[in-house]
């Protein structure tokens, strides 16, 4: 009796303990997911080495009107780190991202637009409305750009995706 009582509190221990130790042994982040996705993002030809870029049609609908932002870029550098702050409309708030952009193949990107780059990143922090985008989320997009020529610069969303944060 007294090895079965033994036996069932260890069984229950060890139980417990795994119990505790499994979701210390994921890893951080996993569980963070992009909040929002927005399938429409545009910029002009830059401006000296501001990169003017306007994010839209978001959702969840709390941010559905979209943002925009301004990023400054070195001239001729094809990739790198950047951190940009999108400034929601309608005073939903700001989300500050830190993404790395770097060029890839062309993909589904047509004329007038010469190059594609990967956006990858983190989101630094969020506020207003906008806290629905945590801190730690992923970062990605596909962009095609324009590289040569007056409309260096020119970019949008590549054909079937998203910008997600």
Not at 70 to 98: A, D, E, F, P
Not at 107 to 125: H, M
Request: glycine share 12%; hydrophobic share 35%.
């Amino acid at each position: 009796m007294k090895n079965s009582m033994r036996a069932g509190a260890l069984f229950a221990g060890i139980a417990i303990g795994v119990s505790l130790a499994v979701p210390l042994a994921l890893p951080a982040g996993a569980a963070l997911k992009p909040t929002v996705s927005c399938s429409k993002l545009t910029a002009p030809p830059l401006k000296g080495t501001k990169i003017t870029s306007t994010l839209s049609l978001c959702k969840p609908a709390l941010l559905s009107a979209g943002g925009g932002s301004v990023t400054t870029v070195k001239t001729g550098q094809t990739k790198g780190t950047v951190t940009q702050t999108i400034t929601w409309k309608n005073g939903k708030g700001k989300t500050v991202l830190t993404i790395k952009y770097a060029p890839v193949a062309k993909g589904k990107c047509k004329a007038p637009y010469d190059s594609r780059v990967k956006i990858t990143g983190t989101v630094g922090s969020s506020t207003g409305a906008a806290k629905i985008i945590k801190k730690g989320e992923p970062v990605s997009g596909s962009v095609c750009s324009i590289t040569k020529g007056t409309k260096t610069g020119q970019s949008a969303l590549e054909p079937g995706t998203v910008f997600k944060m």
